[in-house]
């Protein structure tokens, strides 16, 4: 029972006193050094001084207006997104129909979704050696299936061609997260009343009406969830793209990613620490502006008209008492 004169509110502090003290050392400091710098002039191998540039936003213009590699990066970034990420969301949510429907009652659930959420295990460097070898040229598994159905007499160097490394590059995107946004999305199904697919089902409505009337509109809030962390994830791509291609950024960097420009402006070269901060910044930045877009577009219009009604009906209540 709870003692009289005791306050267990100071366990909590304790016990989240840890993470507080690990996350501003290695998280809020490193990002707060990371903004700093971006102002300044500090580059090369040997540390000096660090000095704030006479025009505090000079790496973040040229950046912007003046580096066509960060261009090409942010264009980049964004297509292999889209690309893996609109078939991605499309199969979980059909894996998700499949697995919550009810009325077909599949057997082995479990080890379906096991099976399909493996390739998120699996590390990125061995899936990158593993498409390496996949897709070798002048000999590999694709090129020989390829030539015993006949397709093609000479070998197709896959890796040495933009559209094709652009492909296989959000292939594997897609193959390694659908899983993971099936596993969410089916939870968020999973919570959802029963009450209501009683009352769909009542109502004579199909499994498609059902799914795209009630489970959809419900699913709003973990949708939103998954595309603003599928669009973060998206925005920070560099394992695949820096560990799959060799040279880093494939051919004619049709694969750099921001995050591997910021890695190789950062640690390769000049070490020009200052720019790499900059686009660090920048794509900060972005994210938080796309996150905001994909709050507002995915928020809930019908609660935000019943509290405009509510706001309304409480002016009209002051006036009115005001008025009396």
Do not use: C
């Not at 507002?296 to 002016?315: F, G, I, N, T």
């Amino acid at each position: 029972m709870r003692r009289k004169g005791i306050n267990y509110s100071k366990f909590g502090y304790i016990f989240s006193a840890p993470f507080i003290l690990a996350f501003l050392i290695f998280s809020l400091y490193p990002i707060l050094y990371t903004a700093a710098i971006g102002f300044t002039d500090l580059h090369g191998l040997i540390p000096k001084p660090i000095h704030i540039l006479d025009n505090p936003f000079q790496n973040f213009k040229d950046l912007l207006f003046h580096n066509q590699l960060f261009k090409q990066s942010l264009i980049n970034t964004f297509i292999l997104w889209i690309v893996n990420f609109i078939p991605q969301i499309l199969l979980a949510l059909l894996l998700t129909a499949w697995f919550t429907n009810k009325r077909l009652s599949i057997k082995g659930q479990g080890a379906f979704k096991v099976l399909l959420y493996m390739p998120n295990i699996i590390t990125a460097s061995t899936i990158a050696v593993l498409f390496s070898s996949l897709f070798g040229y002048p000999i590999g598994p694709v090129n020989s299936i390829l030539h015993s159905l006949g397709i093609t007499d000479t070998p197709i160097f896959f890796l040495n061609d933009r559209n094709t490394a652009r492909g296989i590059i959000s292939f594997i995107q897609f193959w390694m997260w659908y899983g993971n946004t099936m596993i969410v999305l089916i939870a968020g199904v999973l919570g959802i009343n029963p009450a209501l697919f009683e009352a769909a089902s009542i109502d004579g409505a199909n499994g498609w009406q059902t799914f795209f009337r009630v489970t959809l509109p419900s699913l709003r809030t973990i949708l939103t969830y998954s595309l603003v962390t599928s669009m973060i994830g998206g925005l920070q791509m560099f394992d695949i793209p820096q560990l799959f291609l060799t040279p880093a950024g494939g051919p004619d960097n049709a694969t750099l990613t921001t995050s591997v420009f910021i890695y190789g402006q950062a640690f390769k070269g000049s070490y020009l620490y200052n720019r790499a901060a900059a686009a660090s910044m920048i794509m900060f930045v972005i994210a938080g502006v796309l996150s905001a877009i994909l709050f507002y577009l995915m928020r809930d219009r019908d609660a935000a008209k019943l509290k405009k009604r509510d706001k309304m009906r409480k002016k009209a209540a002051k006036a009115a008492i005001k008025g009396a």
